[in-house]
């Protein structure tokens, strides 16, 4: 079983719904990261996460450190919204643990 | 503009032949770390480093070396690279924060497509 599971593994949804995006980590963890990868590779970090609730415009993340699971949503989604998503937790200071994804895709 | 930058952007490469793939951050980060990403297998970490001639290995540094002598830059050495090796390859920084580097966000590279035939 892997340290860090993401579900579900591949999203398709239509242009306007709301997404939800799950992470469990089986592990202590000092903290939680969202990273988004658009087709072409590049990795970009969405939100990086200790506690509580962060929200960067449509994109809104939540952690719970007691149940160890994590939620990424997306409201009023749009194509552009279209990518893979990655969990990944830091054990300690250094070690970076990372979920295999969800593969994100909206439709016009 | 704050970047981290990695080159070559792709390499077709030999087995056996050796080569270097350059990492350089300038935002004076502290944390450095290079990864791999493969289907099926997503991104595992090879090596890290929390400050200039600190480094330690991660989950599959077995055919990498790592070298950080000064702060901005964090190459990965592939000695006698082999097929295995074939990979998507990124770096990555971070700044460390009271001496806690988890608490900062990642910055990645573009990333390297290495093919070892």
């Known amino acids: 079983k892997n340290e860090v599971e993401q579900s579900p593994q591949n999203l398709t949804a239509q242009e306007g719904e709301f997404i939800t995006i799950n992470c469990s980590y089986s592990v202590g963890i000092s903290a939680l990261h969202w990273l988004q990868q658009h087709p072409g590779g590049g990795i970009v970090s969405l939100f990086m996460?200790?506690?509580g609730k962060k929200k960067h415009g449509r994109l809104i993340a939540t952690i719970n450190i007691q149940e160890k699971h994590s939620s990424l949503h997306i409201t009023a989604s749009h194509p552009r919204d279209s990518a893979v998503y990655i969990c990944a937790v830091f054990q300690g200071a250094q070690k970076l643990v990372f979920g295999q994804g969800t593969r994100l895709t909206i439709n016009p | 503009e704050a970047q981290v930058t990695q080159n070559p952007r792709y390499l077709i490469t030999v087995t056996g032949k050796k080569l270097t793939v350059t990492c350089s951050q300038n935002?004076?980060?502290?944390?450095m770390s290079w990864y791999r990403q493969d289907p099926g297998l997503g991104l595992r970490q090879i090596y890290y480093?929390?400050?200039?001639?600190?480094?330690d290995k991660g989950d599959v540094p077995e055919g990498y070396k790592v070298s950080r002598k000064e702060k901005r830059n964090f190459p990965l050495i592939l000695e006698s690279p082999s097929p295995n090796q074939t990979s998507l390859y990124f770096c990555?920084?971070?700044?460390?924060?009271?001496?806690?580097?988890?608490?900062?966000?990642?910055?990645f590279g573009n990333g390297t497509r290495l093919t070892v035939t």
């Open positions: 480093s929390m400050n200039v001639e600190v480094t």
């Open positions: 935002m004076n980060h502290e944390y």
């Open positions: 990555a920084s971070s700044q460390r924060k009271k001496d806690v580097s988890y608490n900062s966000p990642l910055h």
């Open positions: 996460l200790s506690s």
